[in-house]
């Protein structure tokens, strides 16, 4: 712990005073203080004043939510009906980045701000997930809780105001920034369940402890400076059933020794996270010159299937009783902005910045072996590097043009943007990829290593410039319009445009609506990475898939072709009633049209590709409701919210049953929130009921054995209480999944024979009741 402190200290340091520096030279975009919600270049306007929909979650919803494992995704889960975390297990990369989605769309769907700058995705795609199967995702747990100010998320298409990725909506995390006082947190918690399928046995595991702390200070005259950083321990957590041999494993002695017995384990890895961020500005003259950044290196564990002592891919020399691959990730991520801003020049208010991001993720396996090596095999291995780096220049400008014409002036804002970025990825070790002497499985179980030929090494450039307008045409009609222009110099370009109105009927009501085009461009994972992976084939038989470039000659022979941007046409009408804090509701429909979407395709000969086979459409609603009230002695501030979502593959004949299970009924077609915070006096009791949506699973065995099984919704209780002891001193006490809940077990069809007796695709997840008490203390 203490080397990676001093180490994400010395990155920090050395990126800070890089970045102070060549302020002056360089600078950057939009969101600080006076901008309140992402959407808008102009004025900051209230949400319910907004055309198009967005939540805004504050500080105070975000102290009083406890995310078990102190996550950034679980918390927009916990929050946000439109947003779904999925626990992903056995899924390879996916046990180590975790994608989400919004409006059910796909994890590469949406675009993620900080302080309005646009972060980089993950240097993995997800290709052994079953939600998000082939995304790129931005992986939201490198952002650690204690920096976050408040959560803005935009759910409605925004290619035209922010480039591409945006199809699904925009998540602006605003970096806390107040330049005194400060927090210190500490929190401890465990799972505590029964479960079913080993004769309801109490098991406590996934024990988590997490410190943070935050301060912020008066630097110069009138500058400021917000440091803190977090770090988090969290234990596995296993969900087993007890399951009997496969038919298709032999049948010898050591093998039937474990017919039955419970040798797998589904659920959380272990973890092992340490954060840091910081947020600055100083006066410049006239103008003023901020920079902010944030890093995190989480250092993780996932499972993979277990192997039985005699088979193809055993080794009983080396383990006589089978053995269960654990998959590590080290992954380490950061994303350092500075910029100057001021006002004058071109009568215009004016922003110029840098942003530079990377994560680089290094992955491997240990209690494995490479069988074809046979007793020479290690039983450790390195699979190998991805890095992917994004440095992003920006230039805004915002001017407000008086006109007799309107009510309010005339909102002009205007850019470009330059943005380059660079995928590395590096072969592993050579016994986790190479061909031994015997005739057994090859490479790293619950790898392969990537292997040397297959690295990549891919850049680009891209060009953008923007224009968007907006104006209040009477005190009582707001439009705008917006459109961008983006090249890329390695497949082309895309115009996009938007507009957007909301007209106030009366004080109380209005109603709203936008259409507009979106894209997203492919990434260079997508196009550039090559590699193994372990997914179900024949029978439900682990198989090894190859995943090639869409340049590659065999890729080519099997039909890939270059990829192309995916094109989206959003439209949302909706309404608003705002009754002042008492009572606000909002309700919005929306359609989302996706062509030439970008997914895995499975080939002949075990062979994949990404591409752009799929047309989709997404249709659903939201409603949201809130209001505070008094209660007894205390007030009650009170919500309760719905997503509905359902995507159609409109050309279903090029998928098969499992690609289009992944994409139209896998992910939950609805969510539904409701919560209470009562205060009264020193004290304070939270109660959220959640009720998460049907979800269904379907697999494509071979020879016509396609089971399918739908899991039913399922509700989740959270609460919990919460006492100031002092001013100052803070203790809560709480229960996530109060009632201790699981997702419908799975059928034996689908189950693994017994071992895998929960899917992964249900909100509420497998781990079952999480309790857990923290303290704060704010100075």
Known sequence: MNQKIKFAATIIAALSSSLFATAFAIAQDDVTEEVVVVGTRGDARD??????????IGADEIAEVHSFGGELGEL??????????????????????????LRGMNPDHVLVLVNGKRQHPASVAALESKIGLGANPFDFNTIALNSIKRIEILRDGAGAQYGSDAIAGVINIVLKDANEGGTVTASYGAHRTDLEPIGDQTITDGHTVSIAADYGFEVGDGGSLRIGGEYRERNPTNRAGIGVLPFFEDQTPANLALDPARVFSPGDGGADDIYLFYNASLPAGENEFYTFGRY???????????????????????????????????NTDFSFSAGLRGSGFLQSDWDISVTLGQNDFESGVKDSANPSLGPASPTSFDLGSFQFTQLTLNADLVREIDTDSFAGPLTLAYGVEIRTEDYETTAGDPASFEIGPIDAAVGAQAGPGLAEGSEADADRLIYSVYVDVGADLTDQFTVGAAARFEDYDDFGNQLTGKLSGIYHLSDEFSIRAAVGTSFRAPSL?????????TNFGAGGMLELFGLLPVSDPVAIANGAVPLEEESATNVSVGFVVDMGPAFELTVDWFQIDVDDRISLFSAANNVLYFSNLVDTETTGFDVVL?????????????????????????NPGVLGV???????????????????????????????????????RIFDFGGGFEPEQTYESVWSIDAEFAANITEAWTVAVGADNLTDEYPDLSSDDINFFGHLPYDVLSGIGMNGAYYYVRTQFDF
């Open 47 to 56: 949400p319910l004043d907004s055309a198009v929909p967005i939540d805004v």
């Open 76 to 101: 927009l889960q916990a929050l946000s009906p439109s947003f779904n975390f999925p626990r992903q297990s056995n899924s390879g990369v996916g046990d180590h980045v975790r994608a989400a989605q």
């Open 626 to 650: 809130s209001g505070t009230t008094d209660l007894g002695s205390g007030s009650l501030n009170w919500s309760a919210s719905y997503n509905n979502s359902e995507t159609d593959v409109q």
């Open 296 to 330: 995190s290196n989480r250092e993780t564990e996932g499972t993979g299937f277990f192997r039985y002592p005699n088979g193809f891919e055993s080794v009983p020399s080396l383990h006589p009783n089978g053995f269960r691959p654990i998959t590590l990730g080290d």
């Open 525 to 533: 994972v997508q196009t550039s990475f090559e590699n193994s992976t």
């Open 658 to 696: 499992e690609d289009l299970n992944t994409i139209e009924t896998a992910p939950p077609e609805d969510k539904f929130i409701a919560s209470g915070t009562w205060k009264v006096d020193r004290y304070s009791l939270l109660l959220r009921a959640t009720q998460f949506g049907d979800t269904t």
